[in-house]
Structure formats: C-alpha cells, structure tokens
C-alpha cells in the first residue's frame, strides 16, 4: 500500500471517529444540562413511590421491558404532585412501591421534579459520555491532519 492509500484511510476512520462523538457530545451536553438543572434553584422534599409504569426500551432486535418509578411529594407550600422519573432500569424498577425517596423540584415550578439519585445518575453518565466523545473528536481530528493534501 502506498502512502497516499494509507493517508486516505486514515482520513475515512478520522471522519468516522469525528462525526459520531460530535454528535454524542451534544447528546451528552443535553444530558448534563438537563441534571445540572436539577441543580439550581431547587428544593428537596420526601416522596413516597406509588406505582411503575412499565415501558419498552432498547433497539429493536433487543427490546426489554423497564419500569420508572411513579412518586407522590408535597411541595414546601402543601401542594401535592406526582411526576414519573426520568430514569428506567431493566426488568424491576430502582425503588420499590411505598418507599421513601428524596425529590428535587423546581422552586419555579414543582411538577418539574425527579428522584434526587435520578439527577446525579443524568450528571456521572452526561459527564462520562462528554469525556468519551472529546477523546473520540480528538482522535479523529488527528487523523484527519493525516489525510492527503489537494495537489495545486
């Protein structure tokens, strides 16, 4: 193989590296945003989990069933609200039906709430997926320089 054939090569897997973590970068970002949000102007209270709601998950050759965890608080002002979590697990659901959880809600506007682990589980994987496309946006990038130049 010449030269030229590997420098092309290199420019293929560069773009094929490069495209792909750009685009996991943004769903990371939104991922992150979306917990870190959680994270501001917010309040806590203790919700009781009252049901599950099952859904499918998964691509299509491989669907799973998974439960979110359905959960019932009173806001600081004694208004009550039930929101489903955000986060599903595969086969059972993260919290059993009558316990205890912690919530976070917006000060703005409770119905805006989730599990408080659910928030910090949006924030470690938002964070690890940003990191992982970084690394992948670099590399493809490098390999990208590798490509051959347009003869003038």
């Known amino acids: 193989m010449s030269t030229s054939t590997f420098r092309r090569f290199f420019g293929l897997l560069g773009w094929i590296l490069l495209v792909p973590s750009a685009l996991t970068a943004l769903g ?6 979306s917990g870190m949000n959680m994270l501001g102007d917010t309040h806590t209270a203790r919700g009781r989990v009252v049901a599950h709601e099952e859904i499918m998950t998964g691509a299509t050759h491989r669907r799973g069933l ?5 959960v019932e608080f009173a806001a600081g002002d004694g208004r009550r609200f039930r929101f489903t ?3 599903a697990r595969q086969q059972q659901a993260i919290h059993e039906v009558g316990e205890t959880v912690s919530v976070r809600y917006s000060a703005q506007d409770p119905s805006q709430a989730e599990i408080s682990s659910s928030t910090a ?10 990191l992982s496309s970084a ?3 670099a590399v493809g990038w490098l390999l990208l320089r590798l490509r051959p130049r347009s003869v003038a």
């Open 66 to 70: 998974a439960k979110k965890s359905i």
């Open 121 to 130: 589980v949006k924030i470690v994987t938002g964070t690890v997926m940003l």
């Open 135 to 137: 690394i992948g946006m």
């Open 85 to 87: 979590d955000s986060v």
């Open 28 to 33: 990371a970002a939104w991922l992150l945003a």
